[in-house]
């Protein structure tokens, strides 16, 4: 604690550095391993293959998580479930890619020696379902490891940091050291960071369901991008950059507002400045 803020600490699964940081040890994992599928490549090849496999659906596992998680759909199935579904999108999205390198690679000969080939649309119509099954039977269990890992290294509450009682909606999610005063919400993947008066906190959220929880207390704010929900209260204008519109906070901090908000946003926001002051 410095100066009165409270922040989180930074190296643990719950960082941005941790899924491609997996991401980079399992490809180097897969080129070490030299699976049956990669006899005969010279190592850029077994890397590229091993590179492709890993990091494709890793990051359209990530792309459907953050684009789920900032939306009401969030809510509709639990959380486990939607990261399967997610986990299984990205093995059949990433198949027709695995087809197309692994048929420019080649089957082995008998010398163990790749031979190139020209897939036709009737053999990569064939192979596209094979390859989905046997690539999900993968890469759903480790996107969910991966998961588990996130979900674990939630911290345990410090003496002290229960939500204080009474409080409802998003509120009751922050421990009391932290206040009532929201500034901002941020989506982190499966998380959220809020910025409170008093310090910041990442919590284990999902920023569609915390700005429905804010929005459902009445809390003074909006969601002015897919990422960022600010408090009015905090905000210090709305002000156009070139083509960019953005938000600019109290405490000096800028965030963007999205194109199709720009009218609500400042409509919102001119609401919230022409209403009476409230008595100190």
Known sequence: MTGGRVTEGALDPRSRWFFPAAGLALTVLLVLSEPTRTVGLTTLERSALAALNVMLPLAICLAG?????????????????WLTLIGAAAALISAPAFVALEA????????GRPQRSDP???????DWPSEAWESGRVIVPVWLLLNLAVRWS????????????????????????????????????????????????????????????????????????????????HVAEIYTV???VRCRLKSGQTVPI??????EAREAFEAFRSLPARPA
């Open 65 to 81: 998580s953050r684009w789920l998680m900032a939306s009401t759909a969030a809510r509709l199935l639990p959380y486990w479930l």
């Open 104 to 111: 420019w690679l080649g089957p082995l000969d008998l010398d």
């Open 120 to 126: 036709d649309l009737r053999s990569f119509l064939r």
């Open 154 to 233: 939630r911290p345990a509450p410090i003496g002290g940091e229960a939500p204080a009682e009474g409080r409802r909606g998003f509120l009751a999610r922050l421990p009391r050291r932290l206040g009532d005063e929201i500034i901002s919400v941020r989506a982190e993947q499966h998380y959220v960071q809020v910025e409170t008066t008093l310090g910041s906190k990442l919590l284990f959220c999902g920023f569609g369901r915390a700005v429905h929880e804010l929005t459902t207390q009445g809390a003074p704010g909006m969601a002015i991008h897919r990422s960022y929900w600010v408090a009015w209260p």
């Open 242 to 244: 070139g083509s960019e």
């Open 258 to 263: 999205s194109r199709r908000r720009v009218r």
